[in-house]
């Protein structure tokens, strides 16, 4: 019976997740009750996460097709939130970065938001191809300061927290890296505080190790952590970067992090790391 099934869809380009993301799209198009513009999207998050979801999931082959409802999507969204010209890029995909006094009381920028989410949600090559026509590098003048992309695609590295996110993914990292994302542009963060791609790197490792997230038995993990890590330093994160201490840990230095996990875990993939640093001057 499943065999008469598939026949409907034998040599086709049949993929579910796209028709689960045409859906969701046309249920925010055709709503059931009159639309209205306004600023609060907790009512639509449900159903952003499924199609972004869904979007990551479709098939690389039908890359145009993902890249065109991701694109409708963000436009139908657009339609219902209630613009605030004052704000710097003043967008819907704002409300989902921090809360509302961290994003608005503390007038947070946010650059690109829509393209941040959908970094954060792991759509590589949606976010590429819109790097590739419009942004080009974040050296220019789109960049309008705040977390870069590549900091969004860094945000999940190693994490046991519960979240809609799918953890950080080489090949991702990899594409902005190749595209000239700085991994030691400096920016402010949500509290003033100045912060680097490279350096919130360090800062998840060091707290992974503390919090004993780091599970060096499930090889595949371990991989494609120490895989990012090790493409941030090929090309030229600053080995010889400062943490500054906090409320959990002193202060440190980039190569003393690595040094520290390879104490506890002896390992090649974090051998390969802590070489790579030395052989580019860390001391």
């Known amino acids: 019976m499943w065999d008469a099934v598939l026949l409907y869809t034998n040599d086709s380009i049949f ?11 046309l249920q925010l198009k055709l709503p059931l009750h009159k639309p209205r513009q306004h600023r609060r999207f907790l009512e639509r998050w449900d159903k952003i996460v499924l199609t972004l979801t869904h979007a990551r999931y479709a098939s690389p082959q039908q890359e145009k097709t993902i890249c065109a409802l991701v694109d409708e999507l963000n436009e139908t969204l657009c339609y219902y939130w209630l613009e605030k010209p004052s704000q ?27 393209l941040s989410l959908a970094t954060k949600f792991g759509l590589e090559k949606y976010v590429s191809s ?30 046991r927290r519960q979240t809609v996110y799918p953890l950080s993914s080489p090949s991702f990292v990899q594409t902005l890296l190749d595209m000239k994302q700085d991994p030691n542009l400096v920016y402010s963060d949500f509290k003033g505080k100045e912060e680097a ?18 599970d060096v038995s499930n090889k595949k993990e371990l991989q ?15 080995v010889n970067m400062v943490i500054l201490a906090d ?20 390992v090649s993939e974090i051998r390969r790391v802590r070489d790579l640093m030395v052989e580019r001057g860390a001391s």
């Open 130 to 159: 819109k790097i590739a026509s419009t942004m080009q590098t974040e050296s220019e003048n789109n960049y309008h300061g705040g977390k870069p992309i590549l900091g969004y695609a860094l945000e999940f590295l190693i994490n």
């Open 224 to 238: 494609r952590w120490t895989e990012i890590v090790h493409s941030l330093v090929q090309c030229g994160a600053d």
């Open 197 to 214: 791609p490279w350096l919130c790197c360090l800062k998840l490792v060091r707290e992974a190790l503390r919090r004993e997230w780091i």
């Open 15 to 25: 993929d579910p997740n796209i028709q689960h993301l045409k859906s969701y799209i």
């Open 88 to 114: 710097v890029d003043d967008h819907w995909a704002r409300s989902t970065f921090g809360s509302y006094e961290e994003r608005e009381k503390r007038n947070a920028v946010i650059s690109h938001p829509f």
């Open 247 to 266: 409320t959990w840990d002193p202060k440190i230095r980039a190569l003393a992090v690595i040094e520290a996990v390879l104490e506890k875990f002896d």
